[in-house]
């Protein structure tokens, strides 16, 4: 299977042997977690550095995830605070929301007293009783639809999909009432709900649940869509999404559950609108969301030792895209890079390749480059799950295509 490279032609696909996150060859495909980031080996060819890259190449692990030792500009590190995994943030986002508002409840399919399928909600139930936190049958079209007249009323809804390929059973109901009746209703309704649960390619989860469904909503009107990547931002989203007064689908992924981060002891609330920097650079601009952002800033440690300096963007704000401050870095770089797990026909890095050619064609001294998933069913098997994915090989490839 080939690489999908979209705009100047096309870059290898990885070998059988090609490394995962190209941080070393020892080893088969292991995720450990090493201080307060995630390290993933797996056999293949290491990427020597330049001698005089090498202090570069030491923060662009600093910038993969948050650490003590990030910058005070992340809001993370260098603050006082407590580590909590992905998940619990998640958590303590939607219990300190539930305090703070008692319009806000939960419902779903085990997210009572089992706790949610990724114990997202656990001891939620216990604390604030069965109708604030509801578990519900197996049927997505029916709580989905609940939720929404709920939100009609005037309640906060949080609607938890087990998997988010479940949520295409209640596809209906999301496009059809939730973007449109406020519009429909002249604005007579607000739909403040919150559709949220995870998604994206895991380890050996079969077609059916790594589905990647940003493509499915976007195109529908009324509805803002953003993705989390570290236990920070999961946070503060999470809060974020819940205060809206439009419906948000909150898209997590089923592989950084586990990721642990520092965060502050005190509340914050970020911008649903609003993308991170995750790396300065001044030769290319990488977008990028969710998992990728891991792909994206291994292969960044190879790029540096190379002598390239690649700005990295986590979009964060799936609809309505950050132009703001993606606008600026590519009228700094002239260049553009798009790192996705979604489909290429009709997925985000489509969407956001018109959305930077409409607003930025006269600062681009090269074609966009788009790298996303293989338009094919996720295998179940390990390998072929790889293949489908975008690996840091092809990143860096495509990057030393780009700036040729």
């Given at each position: 299977?080939?690489?999908?490279?979209?705009?100047?032609?096309?870059?290898?696909?990885?070998?059988?042997?090609?490394?995962?996150?190209?941080?070393?060859?020892?080893?088969?495909?292991?995720?450990?977690?090493?201080?307060?980031?995630?390290?993933?080996?797996?056999?293949?060819?290491?990427?020597?550095?330049?001698?005089?890259?090498?202090?570069?190449?030491?923060?662009?692990?600093?910038?993969?995830?948050?650490?003590?030792?990030?910058?005070?500009?992340?809001?993370?590190?260098?603050?006082?605070?407590?580590?909590?995994?992905?998940?619990?943030?998640?958590?303590?986002?939607?219990?300190?929301?539930?305090?703070?508002?008692?319009?806000?409840?939960?419902?779903?399919?085990?997210?009572?007293?089992?706790?949610?399928?990724?114990?997202?909600?656990?001891?939620?139930?216990?604390?604030?009783?069965?109708?604030?936190?509801?578990?519900?049958?197996?049927?997505?079209?029916s709580f989905t639809g609940m939720g929404i007249g709920a939100a009609m009323t005037g309640l906060r809804p949080i609607v938890e999909?087990?998997?988010?390929?479940?949520?295409?059973?209640?596809?209906?109901?999301?496009?059809?009432?939730?973007?449109?009746?406020?519009?429909?209703?002249?604005?007579?309704?607000?739909?403040?709900?919150?559709?949220?649960?995870?998604?994206?390619?895991?380890?050996?989860?079969?077609?059916?649940?790594?589905?990647?469904?940003?493509?499915?909503?976007?195109?529908?009107p009324g509805i803002q869509m953003v993705a989390c990547s570290t236990a920070y931002n999961a946070k503060g989203l999470m809060k974020?999404?819940?205060?809206?007064?439009?419906?948000?689908?909150?898209?997590?992924?089923?592989?950084?559950?586990?990721?642990?981060?520092?965060?502050?002891?005190?509340?914050?609330?970020?911008?649903?609108?609003?993308?991170?920097?995750?790396?300065?650079?001044?030769?290319?601009?990488?977008?990028?969301?969710?998992?990728?952002?891991?792909?994206?800033?291994?292969?960044?440690?190879?790029?540096?030792?190379?002598?390239?300096?690649?700005?990295?963007?986590?979009?964060?704000?799936?609809?309505?895209?950050?132009?703001?401050?993606?606008?600026?870095?590519?009228?700094?770089?002239?260049?553009?890079?798009?790192?996705?797990?979604?489909?290429?026909?009709?997925?985000?890095?489509?969407?956001?390749?018109?959305?930077?050619?409409?607003?930025?064609?006269?600062?681009?001294?090269?074609?966009?480059?788009?790298?996303?998933?293989?338009?094919?069913?996720?295998?179940?098997?390990?390998?072929?799950?790889?293949?489908?994915?975008?690996?840091?090989?092809?990143?860096?490839?495509?990057?030393?295509?780009?700036?040729?």
């Amino acid at each position: 299977m080939a690489a999908i490279v979209q705009g100047i032609g096309a870059t290898a696909a990885p070998s059988a042997s090609s490394n995962k996150f190209l941080l070393s060859s020892l080893g088969s495909s292991l995720l450990e977690k090493k201080r307060n980031f995630f390290v993933v080996r797996s056999d293949g060819k290491c990427y020597t550095g330049l001698n005089q890259q090498q202090r570069r190449a030491q923060n662009v692990v600093t910038n993969a995830v948050a650490t003590k030792e990030e910058k005070a500009s992340a809001a993370v590190g260098s603050k006082p605070g407590h580590e909590l995994l992905l998940f619990e943030a998640l958590r303590e986002g939607l219990e300190e929301e539930m305090d703070r508002d008692p319009c806000v409840c939960v419902m779903g399919e085990d997210v009572g007293h089992y706790g949610g399928s990724y114990k997202v909600t656990k001891g939620l139930a216990e604390k604030y009783g069965d109708l604030r936190v509801l578990d519900t049958p197996i049927a997505e079209n029916s709580f989905t639809g609940m939720g929404i007249g709920a939100a009609m009323t005037g309640l906060r809804p949080i609607v938890e999909g087990m998997n988010m390929g479940f949520l295409l059973l209640a596809f209906n109901q999301i496009s059809n009432n939730c973007g449109m009746l406020h519009y429909t209703s002249g604005g007579q309704f607000k739909i403040p709900i919150v559709i949220r649960g995870p998604g994206g390619v895991g380890r050996q989860l079969g077609a059916e649940h790594s589905q990647r469904l940003e493509s499915y909503f976007q195109s529908i009107p009324g509805i803002q869509m953003v993705a989390c990547s570290t236990a920070y931002n999961a946070k503060g989203l999470m809060k974020a999404a819940i205060r809206s007064d439009n419906p948000v689908i909150l898209f997590e992924h089923v592989l950084l559950y586990n990721l642990k981060e520092r965060i502050p002891d005190e509340e914050y609330v970020l911008n649903l609108e609003e993308a991170e920097m995750v790396r300065p650079g001044e030769h290319v601009t990488i977008l990028t969301y969710s998992r990728m952002r891991y792909h994206v800033m291994q292969a960044a440690k190879t790029l540096v030792n190379k002598g390239y300096d690649p700005e990295v963007i986590d979009i964060r704000s799936l609809k309505p895209f950050d132009l703001y401050t993606i606008g600026n870095s590519v009228k700094k770089t002239h260049r553009v890079l798009i790192v996705e797990e979604c489909m290429r026909t009709g997925g985000i890095g489509a969407s956001l390749t018109a959305a930077i050619n409409e607003n930025f064609h006269d600062y681009l001294d090269a074609p966009i480059v788009c790298l996303s998933s293989q338009d094919v069913p996720t295998p179940y098997a390990g390998t072929l799950e790889e293949w489908t994915v975008v690996q840091p090989a092809q990143i860096v490839a495509a990057v030393e295509q780009l700036c040729l």
